[in-house]
């Protein structure tokens, strides 16, 4: 079965840049179709999708984020990852790694808290 | 990229149908089939329930089902059941990037 995990800092001060690194396991990265997907989420808010990556090195981003946001994939170790600059309190947010077929997030890791503060 | 326009909460009886809509534009679900739902319960990821506008993942009852009309797609929870309770958002492809709806909150009576 599927697995996800999310790891990286909890707490950021602004200015920082955010680095989060999502394990997969149980399936390859490197599967045809499927794009990872970084999805976040600020507190008692809604879902935002960030962007995703195919195992290629091809890259979708959302458009307002575009300038500030970088995610990689490294198939040798079944990753991939994300890097968020010029952190703000914004930013704050449980952030999801997810697998994604047709634009349709369908496995998800359990999220990880990042919270910029000063 | 404004998120899709979800009412914030609708509830219902349990064995009632509620009905979730989720409007966009024609340059999101108005354009394509690849909308999908999700269930989120408090403090837990969110769960598929509908993809491709119509079709459930296997182990999603069919009490829930997806359609689309225009710049507009729903979502039906049928025999409401008590476990229903959560907040369901709605998922469209736009081209180069995904976008949500800002998220309905069911409440079952």
């Known amino acids: 079965q599927l697995q996800l995990q999310e790891s990286g800092p909890g707490l950021l001060k602004p200015s920082e840049t955010l680095s989060l690194t999502c394990t997969v396991s149980g399936g390859s990265i490197s599967s045809d179709s499927y794009y990872w997907a970084w999805i976040r989420q600020p507190p008692g808010k809604g879902l935002e999708w960030i962007g995703s990556?195919?195992?290629?090195?091809?890259?979708y981003y959302r458009p307002s984020l575009k300038s500030r946001v970088t995610i990689s994939v490294d198939t040798s170790k079944n990753q991939f990852s994300l890097k968020v600059s010029s952190v703000t309190a914004a930013d704050t947010a449980v952030y999801y790694c997810a697998r994604e077929l047709r634009s349709a997030p369908g496995d998800w890791g359990r999220g990880t808290l990042v919270t910029v503060s000063s | 990229q404004s998120a899709l326009t979800q009412p914030r909460s609708v509830s219902g009886s349990p064995g009632q149908s509620v009905t979730i809509s989720c409007t966009g534009t024609s340059t999101d679900v108005g354009r394509y089939i690849y909308v999908s739902w999700y269930q989120q319960h408090p403090g837990k990821a969110p769960k598929l329930m509908i993809y491709e506008v119509t079709k459930r993942p296997s182990g999603v009852p069919d009490r829930f089902s997806g359609s689309k009309s225009g710049n507009t797609a729903s979502l039906t929870i049928s025999g409401l059941q008590g476990d229903d309770e959560a907040d369901y958002y709605c998922c469209s492809h736009a081209g180069t990037y995904v976008i949500f709806g800002g998220g309905t909150k069911v409440t079952v009576l």
């Open positions: 990556i195919y195992y290629s090195g091809t890259t």
